[in-house]
């Protein structure tokens, strides 16, 4: 919809396709849904729940006002929403979250700050977390094809 001002190809280092990466600039704020299978970086203010099989960054600036759900996940910024992450969650000492975390592996620097429940493995216990990421991401593309 928005073509590709916010995202770019790298190739992937396996050579298999391009990894695709996208951008949420300071000073722009996206309201809605995002989904994507590449990486998400967030340095602006994102209303809505933010959906990838692949990385969240959230930058020092950047603001989540809504739900994460993602593989892997560095957060500088703020959230105000649940953290769904499928391997690694990393808070920085900068970060605050405001919400639960669902994660298979965390890593919290010196004050860094959440308030809410961190659960280790996935949400609704029924494997790792990737796998229900995945099971959550995968029906809701496939009903809008």
């Known amino acids: 919809m928005f073509g590709n001002k916010n ?3 790298i190739p992937n280092p396996n050579g298999k396709g391009m990894i695709i990466s996208n951008r949420i600039n300071q000073g722009t704020t996206f309201s809605g849904e995002l989904e994507s299978d590449g990486d998400v970086r967030v340095e602006g203010v ?3 729940t ?3 099989l692949a990385k969240v960054a959230i930058g ?3 603001l989540v006002n809504g739900d994460i759900i993602c593989k892997n996940a560095d957060i500088e910024g703020k959230v105000n929403g649940d953290l769904e992450v499928g391997e690694l969650l990393t808070l920085k000492s900068t970060c605050i979250v405001e919400g639960n975390i ?3 592996k965390i890593v919290i620097e010196s004050g860094a700050r959440f308030n ?7 949400k609704d216990k029924k494997g790792n977390a ?4 995945k099971a ?3 029906p809701e593309k496939a009903a809008v094809r």
């Open 7 to 9: 995202e770019s190809e």
């Open 46 to 48: 994102i209303k809505g």
């Open 50 to 52: 933010v959906r990838t």
């Open 60 to 62: 020092a600036s950047g």
């Open 102 to 104: 669902y994660t298979n």
């Open 116 to 122: 809410g429940i961190c659960t280790m493995g996935s």
């Open 130 to 133: 990737t796998e229900a990421i």
């Open 136 to 138: 959550i991401i995968e």
